[in-house]
């Protein structure tokens, strides 16, 4: 075994086996001490039931990805440019301040049935804008955090050799803020998932994995909406594996 491949199992078998040990834990517990499935549904009945519900889970998980990515999307857009011009126009950036505060604190639970109202219940807007919220502010805050830290020595520098705007850019500015947008980037994709899935347990089309967890839950079929937990899981996870491998793509081929 070569040392990426042994580099490899050691870092993939530790949280493996942690996985497996809690699983059987779990099973242990429940069997031993009687746990009643409404409380706490046995890992094989789960796996059972996501078994059985396989095409139902991934038919909802496209529902719920496609509004997370189109979320993700529009929100990271948004928050790159905002902080680009809070970053070079200061008093843009006090006038922004305190609307970035007031949207940081906006609760999805309330939030997602007034869009609802305004956009009408048939439709996926209300959790695509739910979703773009939720990404919008993360990559704001990191991605200004970033452009700040570049020093005017270091402008002033670059303006000494005459370089020019972009050549200031590209071997200043955004070498120094890709890694604080990407931290925003990796924290935002887990809350595209989270925000659109809690967006939908407050109505819209029955169709996303929220939904889907609300009626197993509502039906008593507790195996059931465990299962489809796992598929937000998944979901999850996929998005922040996407976002990870980006990053590591661009931070490797960044500007010199």
């Not at 949280?15 to 031993?32: C, E, I, N, S, T």
């Not at 009687?34 to 094989?44: A, H, K, Q, T, Y």
Request: hydrophobic share 60%.
């Amino acid at each position: 075994m070569n040392a990426t491949a042994s580099t490899l199992v050691g870092r993939v078998l530790p949280p493996v086996a942690l996985f497996v040990a809690l699983l059987a834990l779990w099973q242990l517990a429940v069997v031993v001490g009687g746990i009643p499935p409404f409380l706490l549904p046995s890992p094989i009945a789960i796996g059972t039931a996501f078994g059985e519900l396989l095409p139902s889970i991934v038919s909802a998980a496209l529902v719920t990805g496609t509004n997370a990515l189109v979320g993700l999307i529009v929100g990271a857009v948004l928050g790159v440019v905002v902080a680009v011009v809070a970053a070079f126009v200061r008093f843009l950036d006090l006038m922004f301040a305190p609307l970035i505060a007031a949207v940081a604190v906006v609760p999805i639970v309330a939030l997602a049935p007034v869009l609802y109202t305004m956009f009408g219940a048939g439709v996926e807007i209300a959790r695509v804008i739910v979703a773009a919220i939720a990404v919008f502010v993360p990559v704001f805050i990191n991605t200004l955090r970033g452009l700040r830290q570049v020093r005017p020595v270091q402008r002033d520098l670059m303006r000494a050799y005459a370089a020019t705007g972009w050549q200031t850019a590209r071997t200043v500015t955004i070498p120094s803020a890709l890694p604080f947008m990407f931290t925003g980037l990796r924290i935002a994709s887990s809350l595209a998932v989270i925000s659109a899935i809690v967006a939908e347990y407050f109505g819209g089309p029955r169709s996303g994995i929220g939904s889907l967890i609300t009626s197993a839950a509502s039906g008593s079929n507790y195996a059931r909406a465990w299962a489809f937990v796992v598929g937000a899981i998944v979901v999850g996870l996929v998005f922040y594996v996407a976002t990870l491998a980006i990053e590591k793509f661009f931070t490797r081929h960044r500007p010199a």
